[in-house]
C-alpha cells in the first residue's frame, strides 16, 4: 500500500488526518509501504539540520523529528533483510507505525508550507502539541512490535531501541526561542494597530525575515493562504464550533491585514513571482464547445460570474450586480428591459457548474457562494471574505494605516513609487469592498483623477483600473462627481496609452450612469462623453473595449432620455450599424448592437436615424430568423421593430410586411420565445394584420406547416 502522496482536499493546516491499512492485511505489503513512507519522511527532512530557510518554524522539534524518521528508515530497512517473512502478530504495531508517520508526514509538510507560515508561527504551540503527540504515537508503536521482530537482528533491535528513546525524549517538545520572540513581536505589533498607531518597520521586518519571507510575492503568497483559509473557515468546512472558528477568523483577518501593511510598506518594488509567470502563460480557460465564454459574464459588469442568479425575467446575472441594480432603483431587467415582478432571485446552480468546471480544468478555484442576505461577501482581501463582525480593531486599523501611506504615495511620491501605489490600490479594491472603503475614506479619488493624466502608461493605466473598482462604491461615485472626475475620464477614453485603460475608463461612465438618471444627465452634459463612446463603439481596438462603451452608453439612455438626441447626433447609429455588418450574427457586439439601437429606438429621433440607414432594418429582421441569434438578442430585435412601427407609422408597418421571413420567425417566437418575447411578436403580428385587413391588400399568411407541426393563431 504506498503512502499517501498529496494532502486531502480542503485539509486543514495543523490536522493531522491519516488511513489505516485495511483489515486483514498481511505484513509484507504493510512493511513495504512503511518503507516508502519512511524514506519519503527521511527526504522531507533531510534538509532540517541545516536549512533553516525549509523549516522557518518550530526547527529544533523539526529537526528531531528528521533524526528519528531516518533511525525509522535504518530500522525497517534491517528487518527487511533480516526476516523472510513477518509474523502475523507484527501487523498491529506495524499498523500505529503507519498511521503515526502518515500523521508526522503532515506536519512536516505544513512546518515547510510556502505561503503558510505566519500562521504556523502564530500556531507554534499547537505545531509543538501535535509533533508531541505524533512522536508519542511512534514511540508507542515501536514498543509494541513483537520481540521476534525487534530482535531480528542485532542491528535492528538497536535502531529500534535507538529510535523508541528518542521518541520518547521528544515528549516535552517547546517552541524555540526564536518563535516565541517573532510571535509576541506579531502580537505587539497587533495592539499598535488597534490603536491607529504604525508600528516600528524594524519590528515587521524581523517577523518577515524570520519566516522567510523576503519579498512582495513571498508576502502576497502569504495573503492568498490565509484568505483561503479564512473562506474555509466561514463557509462552514473547518468542523469547529462556532466560538473557536469565529474567533480564529477575526485572528485570520487581522493577520491579513498586517501583512497588507507589511507588502504596502516595507517592500518599494513588485518582484516578478514565477508561478504568476507560469499560471498566465497557461491556455485560458476553455468552455464546451456548445458554451460562449461571454455566456459566462455577467450582462452588468462584464466580469466572470462567481455567483449566477437568475431574475424573473429568465435573464442571469451575477448576484452583486443585479442586487446592486435593484438598489439603484431599477425595476427593470438590464438585458430585455422588462419590469421585474419581483426583487427575488434564484441560484443558477447549472451554470454555476459549468463556470466551476471550466475554472477548475485550469487549476482556478471558484470562491463558494455565499447565501443571500447571511453578510458573508466572496472572494478577495479583507472584506470580502467574511462578515463585518470579523473585523476587529487591529486588522482595521492596520487597513487604514496601509491606505494612508498609499495616499500620501499618490500625492507626493516619485515615479516610481506611483507606479507601485497605483498598482497596490488596483489590487486591493479589486475584490474587497473594506478596502474600497478605506480609500474613498482616505481622499484617495481625487489623487486618482489627478494621476489620469500621467506621461507612465503604467501608471495611468493602474488608476484609472483603481477608479473602476472605486466606482462600484456607492462613495467613490459620489467622490468622483464631487472631484469633477467625469471629464477626466472621458479624456482616458479618448487618448489613453494604452487600450486597456481606454475600455476601463469606458466602463468607469456605466457605474456613474447606475446612480439614477441625475447623474446620467450630467454625464451626458459633458460635451465629449457620448460622442467619445461612440467613437470606442466604431474604432475601438479591443472586443472588450467596444463592448464596455456599449454597455456604458446603454446605461445612460437608459437612465436619461435626453441622452438620446445626443446619441444620434454624434452617429451612434452608424456606428452600430458598422458593428453589425462586420461581425458574424452569432457574436455577443452584434446582440449589444441591436439592444442599443432597440435603446434608441425608444424615442422618435433614434427611430428615424435608424429607418433612415440604408439596409439596417433588413439586416435586424435578418438576425431575428438566424438560429445563432440567442433569445435575448431575438428579444431585442422584436422590440426595436415594434419600436419602429410606433414611431414610423403605416408605412414602416407595410414594409415589415413585405419583408420575407419576417412572418414565419414572428409565428415561431410566439410558440417558443420567452414571455416578453411572445407579447411583443404578438404586437407586431397585430399591428401587420391590422394594416392589411384595412388595405386592398391580402393579409400575408402565416407559415406553412407540416405533418406534426403546431398552428398558432394570433389572438
Known amino acids: 500500500m504506498p503512502p499517501p502522496t498529496g494532502e486531502p482536499k480542503r ?72 526476516t523472510a517473512a513477518l509474523p502475523a502478530s507484527a501487523v498491529l504495531g506495524l499498523t500505529e507505525l503507519h498511521v503515526a508517520m502518515q500523521k508526522l508526514r503532515f506536519l512536516l509538510t505544513d512546518c515547510a508550507r510556502r505561503g503558510a507560515r505566519l500562521w504556523v508561527l502564530v500556531n507554534a504551540g499547537l505545531a509543538a502539541a501535535e509533533l508531541r503527540v505524533v512522536l508519542r504515537s511512534v514511540a508507542a508503536a515501536l514498543d509494541a ?68 519571507v523576503g519579498t512582495w510575492s513571498d508576502c502576497s503568497e502569504e495573503i492568498a493562504f490565509l484568505e483561503d483559509e479564512l473562506r474555509t473557515r466561514t463557509d462552514g468546512f473547518a468542523g469547529d464550533d462556532s466560538n473557536s472558528s469565529s474567533s480564529d477568523a477575526m485572528l485570520i483577518t487581522s493577520l491579513v491585514a498586517f501583512l497588507v501593511y507589511c507588502r504596502v510598506v516595507l517592500f518599494d518594488q513588485i518582484d516578478v513571482n514565477p508561478k504568476a509567470d507560469a499560471a498566465a502563460a497557461r491556455p485560458a480557460a476553455r468552455c464546451p464547445d456548445w458554451i460562449k465564454p461571454d455566456a459566462l459574464q455577467c450582462p452588468i459588469t462584464l466580469d466572470l460570474m462567481t455567483d449566477p442568479v437568475t431574475v424573473s425575467t429568465g435573464q442571469t446575472y451575477d448576484r452583486a450586480s443585479i442586487t446592486r441594480w435593484i438598489k439603484a432603483g431599477c ?11 419581483t ?52 486588522a482595521t486599523g492596520a487597513a487604514r ?105 469606458a466602463a468607469v461612465l456605466f457605474y456613474l450612469a447606475s446612480d439614477g438618471p441625475e447623474q446620467a444627465e450630467e454625464i451626458g452634459r459633458v460635451p465629449e462623453s457620448i460622442p467619445t463612446l461612440v467613437q470606442l463603439i466604431r474604432d475601438g481596438e479591443t ?47 452584434a446582440g449589444d448592437a441591436v ?46 421593430l415594434v419600436s419602429l412601427c410606433r414611431h414610423g407609422g403605416e408605412k414602416v408597418v407595410a414594409m415589415l410586411g413585405r419583408m420575407p421571413g419576417l412572418m414565419a420567425s414572428l409565428y415561431t417566437l410566439i410558440a417558443d420565445g420567452s414571455p416578453q418575447t411572445c407579447k411583443r411578436a404578438r404586437a407586431l403580428l397585430n399591428m401587420i394584420h391590422r394594416h392589411y385587413e384595412m388595405g386592398d391588400q391580402p393579409v400575408p399568411p402565416p407559415p406553412a406547416s407540416e405533418a406534426g407541426e403546431r398552428v398558432v393563431r394570433v389572438l
Open 11 to 82: 485539509r486543514r493546516l495543523l490536522a493531522l488526518p491519516a488511513v489505516y491499512p485495511c483489515e486483514g492485511i498481511s505484513p509484507a505489503p504493510l512493511l513495504a509501504s512503511l518503507l516508502s513512507l519512511a524514506a519519503d519522511l527521511t527526504r522531507r527532512g533531510g534538509g532540517a539540520a541545516g536549512d533553516a530557510a525549509a523549516f522557518p518554524v518550530l526547527r529544533r522539534g523539526v529537526r528531531h523529528a528528521a533524526r528519528i524518521a531516518g533511525l525509522l528508515l535504518a530500522f525497517l530497512e534491517e528487518i527487511h533483510d533480516a
Open 145 to 212: 512490535l513483537p520481540k521476534g521482530v525487534v530482535d531480528a537482528s542485532v542491528e535492528a533491535g538497536e535502531l529500534a531501541r535507538l529510535a523508541s528513546e528518542q521518541a520518547w525524549r521528544a515528549v516535552p517538545v517547546r517552541r524555540d526561542a526564536g518563535d516565541e520572540r517573532a510571535a509576541r513581536a506579531v502580537r505587539s505589533i497587533l495592539e499598535q494597530f488597534k490603536s491607529g498607531v504604525s508600528p516600528d518597520a524594524e519590528d515587521a521586518r524581523r517577523v518577515l525575515e524570520h519566516i522567510g
Open 331 to 341: 425595476r427593470t431587467c438590464p438585458v430585455t428591459g422588462e419590469r421585474l415582478r
Open 343 to 394: 426583487a427575488n432571485v434564484v441560484p443558477n446552480a447549472a451554470l454555476r457548474g459549468i463556470i466551476e468546471r471550466m475554472l477548475l480544468s485550469n487549476g482556478v478555484s471558484l470562491p463558494d457562494a455565499s447565501p443571500a442576505g447571511a453578510g458573508h461577501h466572496r472572494h478577495g482581501a479583507l472584506g470580502n471574505t467574511a462578515t463585518p463582525l470579523l473585523f476587529g480593531p487591529a
Open 401 to 505: 494605516l496601509a491606505v494612508a501611506y498609499l495616499v500620501a504615495q499618490l500625492a507626493t511620491g516619485s515615479t516610481a513609487e506611483r507606479r507601485k501605489a497605483t498598482s497596490e490600490a488596483r489590487k486591493l479594491c479589486k475584490h474587497s469592498v473594506f478596502y474600497r472603503g478605506c480609500l474613498v475614506d482616505a481622499n484617495a479619488v481625487p489623487w486618482l483623477l489627478c494621476l489620469l493624466s500621467s506621461m507612465d502608461a503604467s501608471v495611468q493605466e493602474n488608476a484609472v483600473a483603481s477608479l473602476l473598482n472605486l466606482s462600484k462604491h456607492p462613495r467613490g461615485r459620489a467622490a468622483l462627481f464631487e472631484a469633477g472626475g467625469v471629464g477626466l475620464v472621458v479624456d482616458v477614453i479618448n487618448v489613453g496609452a494604452r487600450a486597456e485603460a481606454r475600455q476601463n475608463a
Open 543 to 589: 472586443h472588450r473595449g467596444r463592448k464596455n462603451a456599449m454597455v456604458s452608453l446603454y446605461g445612460l439612455l437608459q437612465c436619461a432620455t435626453s441622452n438620446h438626441g445626443k446619441a444620434v447626433s454624434a452617429g451612434a447609429v452608424a456606428a452600430l450599424a458598422a458593428v453589425l455588418s462586420a461581425v458574424e450574427r452569432g457574436d455577443d457586439l
Open 595 to 640: 439592444a442599443l439601437l432597440a435603446r434608441l429606438a425608444e424615442r422618435p429621433v433614434g427611430a428615424q436615424a435608424v429607418l433612415a440607414w440604408p439596409g439596417l432594418v433588413a439586416r435586424v429582421v435578418e438576425a431575428l430568423a438566424t438560429s445563432a441569434s440567442s433569445r435575448s438578442g431575438k428579444d431585442h430585435c422584436v422590440a426595436l
